[in-house]
T-cell receptor, first 112, second 115 residues
Framework: GNSVTQMEGPVTLSEEAFLTINCTYT??????LFWYVQYPGEGLQLLLK?????DKGSNKGFEATYRKETTSFHLEKGSVQVSDSAVYFC???????????FGKGTTLSVSS | DSGVTQTPKHLITATGQRVTLRCSPR?????VYWYQQSLDQGLQFLIQ???????AKGNILERFSAQQFPDLHSELNLSSLELGDSALYFC??????????????FGEGSRLTVL
């Protein structure tokens, strides 16, 4: 079946550090891949997405590239800010699918 | 603000009881999804409705049921509650019933505590 595996958190970084959160997936066909972010006390918001192999999604300084050969969609940011502290979820939705399938989430904590 | 409204925001009840969670989707969205978020299981898809009809089922227990009304709001009914049902329940909506690239818009969730 379809599944998403994310690196375990929490991830603790200093401001301006480089961020990588690993995400790999298992799916049939060619799924679309997403990163959602959940700030404290809020619902999930779409951060970025990629719909086919080699696509790069980007938003707010975050990037992720759809790598079909490694079934990965790692999230990166060159210089994190305190305001990036949140829980990040990797997700997929396959071609025939309806709902998003989420990973368990990775908590990021950035200190000044 | 995603445009998805969930009530109540917090709910405390006892084991064996029944509760109803309500969701109003974004204006124009026909599809509603319910998710359960717990510390050990993460975000689990429960069920989806599209324009009043059940579209997809995930890991929803038989004690749980949902429906979508003609005005497109949805309710999730949880009965015979157990301690393990304590979780954050999210509703999300989208325009289309399926399709791989569509974005889901999430509400802020209803936190259920079963004592």
């Amino acid at each position: 079946g379809n599944s998403v595996t994310q690196m375990e958190g929490p991830v603790t970084l200093s401001e301006e550090a480089f961020l990588t959160i690993n995400c790999t997936y298992t799916a049939t066909g060619y799924p679309s891949l997403f990163w959602y972010v959940q700030y404290p006390g809020e619902g999930l918001q779409l951060l970025l997405k990629a719909t086919k192999a080699d696509d790069k999604g980007s938003n707010k300084g975050f990037e992720a590239t759809y790598r079909k050969e490694t079934t990965s969609f790692h999230l990166e940011k060159g210089s994190v800010q305190v305001s990036d502290s949140a829980v990040y979820f990797c997700a997929l939705r396959n071609q025939a699918g309806t709902a998003l399938i989420f990973g368990k989430g990775t908590t990021l904590s950035v200190s000044s | 603000d995603s445009g998805v409204t969930q009530t109540p925001k917090h709910l405390i009840t006892a084991t064996g009881q029944r509760v109803t969670l309500r969701c109003s989707p974004r204006s124009g969205d026909l599809s509603v999804y319910w998710y359960q978020q717990s510390l050990d299981q993460g975000l689990q898809f429960l069920i989806q409705y599209y324009n009043g009809e059940e579209r997809a089922k995930g890991n929803i227990l038989e004690r749980f049921s949902a429906q979508q009304f003609p005005d497109l709001h949805s309710e999730l009914n949880l009965s015979s509650l157990e301690l393990g049902d304590s979780a954050l329940y999210f509703c999300a909506s989208s325009v289309a019933p399926s399709g791989s690239a569509g974005e889901l818009f999430f509400g802020e969730g209803s936190r259920l505590t079963v004592l």
